[in-house]
């Protein structure tokens, strides 16, 4: 069992000088409290650092270490840091210093010296590599140090073909110690490899076998090939998975600049559209300027049309009284000569009297005059009506509204464009535009070599039938000579067959305890009383299984991080390697009660814990009160400047 | 109307106030800005004055070529005897006009423009 009895750190992230934190020999739970920006990311990255050599940001990114030197002691000249773990390991006492030295600017390379010491006894660099190896696998150290706002990744189990799922399926079967299973059953391969050569060539010299013997070397030869390929495929899958996997968290991680990016470019589209129509539009009021340039004059035109009307009808009624005189005239002219009206036909007398016809009144000259006028007017409303005879401005002003629209809209996106690009400044658009570029490729090719594998397996199941069969064959033909090396290949494979079904039967076993212990602990842990407990699938991913006998299906953020601390847990009582389990944040968006669950619940998870919290995540009091005796101390990071932090500064 | 213009020509000033009214996207040719220019002159009443170096911009077969230049300031006023003559000074007059509806709106809104010439007494009762 390892655990960790001392952190030394030097001029490490905001710890500046020489710092220790002493964990003490005890099992239990130790809490180190310290605010945002305070150094608990790094106090974790410290003890990774020292482990297995990297040190992680948020989201799982790799960050180079050289990040991690002190600011304030490399700008006063300083140029070296590090970190030194005292641990005990099944009793013996193991320490791990890791110093790293900051080469000048602009490169800051990084010399990395390591060392390790069993029982004060320095190792070569080749043994402190095994050693290390030994204790804390990179793969399996996300099980003892972790993030607990990264917890809900393990929901990537419940999906099959996810990558991410893929990776911490394996990381889990190693933590459980699958992987020595699986070694063996390789190495038994090798064996009836070799037992099988010297048996055909055995049987090579044996006129009755000779020809069973050549049939089945060559397809052996075949299924050897078939299996380099199947080798190569898989080395190209990992690749490919792993490629994928790093691009998915790049995804992630790039979530807010992909946001960005797509509303430059649905800004980019909408001036392209309104572009276009403003085009149209001014196309259009272009094609009607040719002929709206008469529209400033329009009214005064109508007005002109209707004095013109009017005064052609006043000169009708003029004319139409004058006439009207004239006649009037004419009959009483005719009245006095004839001494009879001529309308009436009464006598009158009208002696002496003297009448004009009247056209006394009437003026040769006016007459002209006035017929000169008409004819004017008629050309000029004949000319109005042909230049009002012209669309109007209506449709054009609605287009000039909507260009004018268009314009203010545009100056809004040119704006927006502008603010996103400066934003985009800070951010790495380049790596995304790279990822976002290679993503598809990239998962095609997977899901090619996928295929090919898949082909591949299909071909070495037909070429190894054909083994077999050859090798029945090649039995009956030697009768009762059966050579050693026969003997001894059947005996290989037999125990291959042993081991082949151990490890399903193990397999199965792990996944029933892990099923048992994680529900166990996850009925601890959850204030819902109707959920019965968890059901494990293929892939270690938990369902969360209601009494009724259904699966919840929708889980909230709060559930999911219950249900990753429960496999977490049961993951620990079932490692073939029990270590300490350091937590960072560990309660995410959990209410007080599942806090109150939690802590109460960490003691059985291992036998030494440590959260980093915050002072508003967990109340001392309260976890006092649930720990009691399994409270080991609880440690304070303190500020002293921005770029100092003090462990303990009291 | 012998003595009538052959060419008409604009001021160095109102040449520039064309190309802006052209390049704004609202014209496909300044001849149809200067014809807007000259209607709007009309319409505000302007009274022409002949003045100042113009240089020629088209003939008048160009400018007018179906006549309705020619017809409308006959329209408006029936007694002059040298329309071309004063279709030049109104496009002048209209011209210095649209650079000061371009000074102030930055564009040419149409609305505007045709809002501000004045009404008859009859459409303001109306109106």
């Known amino acids: 069992m390892l655990k960790i009895r001392e952190i030394g750190i030097f001029n490490f992230g905001p710890y500046r000088g020489k710092q220790q934190l002493i964990l003490g020999e005890k099992d239990g739970v130790t809490l180190v409290y310290g605010e945002n920006m305070r150094g608990k990311t790094t106090l974790l990255n410290a003890i990774r650092f020292a482990l297995i050599g990297k040190i992680l940001g948020r989201g799982e990114r790799t960050l180079e270490p050289y990040r991690l030197m002190n600011s304030s002691a490399y700008s006063e000249g300083e140029r070296e840091f590090g970190v030194a773990l005292l641990m005990e390991n099944d009793g013996e006492k193991i320490e791990v210093r890791r110093r790293c030295t900051v080469g000048e600017e602009p490169d800051r390379k990084l010399k990395i010296d390591t060392t390790a010491f069993v029982a004060d006894v320095p190792q070569s660099q080749a043994e402190t590599n095994d050693l290390l190896q030994q204790l804390m696998p990179e793969e399996i150290s996300r099980f003892f140090l972790f993030d607990g706002e990264l917890l809900q990744q393990y929901e990537e189990l419940l999906m099959e073909e996810s990558v991410a799922g893929e990776q911490i399926r394996e990381a889990i079967e190693q933590i ?35 020809k069973h013997a050549k049939n089945l070397e060559a397809v052996v030869e075949r299924v050897k090939e078939l299996k380099k390929d199947r080798d190569k495929l898989k080395e190209q899958e990992q690749d490919l998975a792993d490629k994928k996997a790093a691009m998915d968290n790049a995804l992630k991680r790039s979530s807010k600049t992909q946001a960005h990016m797509a509303k430059l470019e649905q800004a980019e589209e909408r001036i392209v559209a309104i572009d276009a129509k403003c085009d149209a539009h001014k196309e259009e009021i ?3 300027m040719k002929v709206g340039w008469l ?19 006043t000169e009708a009624q003029k004319k139409a009284a004058a006439n009207r005189a004239r006649l009037i005239g004419e009959l009483a002219k005719e009245a006095v000569e004839v001494g009879k009206c001529p309308v009436c036909f009464q006598e009158c007398e009208c002696d002496g ?56 809209e545009r100056a809004g996106l040119k704006q927006d464009i502008k603010d996103i690009n400066l934003q985009l400044e800070s951010e790495d658009v380049e790596e995304l535009k790279q990822v976002q570029a290679n993503y598809g490729p990239t998962n095609s090719a997977l899901s090619e070599c996928r295929r090919a594998l898949k ?6 199941d037909e070429a190894q039938s054909s083994v077999n069969a050859l090798r029945k064959r090649l039995r009956r033909a030697s009768g009762s000579n059966q050579s050693e090396e026969m003997k001894r290949r059947e005996l290989a494979e037999a125990t291959r067959s042993i081991f082949e079904k151990s490890i399903g039967r193990f397999r199965d076993e792990l996944r029933d305890r892990i099923e048992a212990d994680a529900s166990a ?30 699966v919840q299906e929708l889980r909230s953020s709060g559930a999911e991080h219950i249900v990753a601390l429960s496999l977490v847990g049961a993951l620990q009582r079932n490692s073939s390697l029990t270590g300490p389990l350091f937590i960072d944040s560990p309660f995410g968006r959990l209410d007080a009660e599942h806090r109150k669950n939690v802590v109460k619940a960490l003691p059985g998870m291992a036998p030494q814990v440590v959260l980093l919290v915050y002072s508003d995540e967990l109340d001392l009091q309260m976890a006092r009160t649930e720990l009691g005796a399994s409270l080991l101390a609880m440690h304070r990071l303190e500020r002293r400047t921005a770029t100092h932090t003090q462990i303990d500064a009291n | 109307m012998t003595d009538d213009r052959q060419t008409i020509g ?61 017809e409308l300031i006959l329209c408006f006023k029936p007694e002059c005897q040298t329309p071309y ?31 501000e010439i004045p009404k008859s007494q009859e459409e303001d009762a109306q109106g």
């Open chain 1, 521 to 550: 602990l996850f009925k601890k842990l959850t204030t819902e009383k109707q959920f019965s407990g968890l059901r494990i699938n293929a892939n270690y991913g938990l369902e969360i299984m209601r009494d009724d006998g259904g």
């Open chain 1, 353 to 408: 009297l003297s009448l004009g016809d009247g056209s006394e009144n009437e003026d040769p000259d006016s007459e002209a005059s006035d017929r000169q006028d008409e004819a004017n007017r008629i050309r000029q409303l004949s000319a109005i009506k042909r230049l009002l005879n012209h669309p109007d401005s209506g449709r054009a002003v609605t287009l000039m509204e909507e260009i004018m629209a268009i314009v203010a």
């Open chain 1, 176 to 210: 459980l110690g699958i992987p020595v299973l699986l070694n063996a059953r390789q190495d038994l391969g090798e064996v009836i490899e070799r037992f099988s050569k010297a048996e055909t060539r055995e049987a090579k010299k044996n006129q009755a076998t000779e």
């Open chain 1, 286 to 288: 272009r094609d009607l």
């Open chain 1, 295 to 313: 529209w400033p004059a329009m009214s005064k035109l109508r007005e002109m049309e209707s004095e013109i009307l009017v005064a052609m009808e």
């Open chain 2, 10 to 70: 604009v001021s160095e000033k109102s040449g520039s106030t064309l190309e802006a009214l052209v390049d704004a996207g609202v014209f496909s040719q300044q001849v149809d800005a200067a014809k807007l220019a000259l209607s709007v002159a009309l319409a505000h009443g302007d009274e022409p004055v002949e003045s100042q170096e113009r240089t020629t911009k088209w003939n008048v077969g160009t400018f007018d070529q179906n006549g309705d230049v020619r």
């Open chain 2, 85 to 115: 003559r004063e279709a030049e000074n109104l496009v002048e007059c209209g011209l210095r006009r649209l650079a000061e509806h371009l000074e102030s709106h930055g564009q040419l809104d149409l609305e505007v423009l045709l809002n």
């Open chain 1, 455 to 460: 082909d591949n397996n299909r071909q070495i």
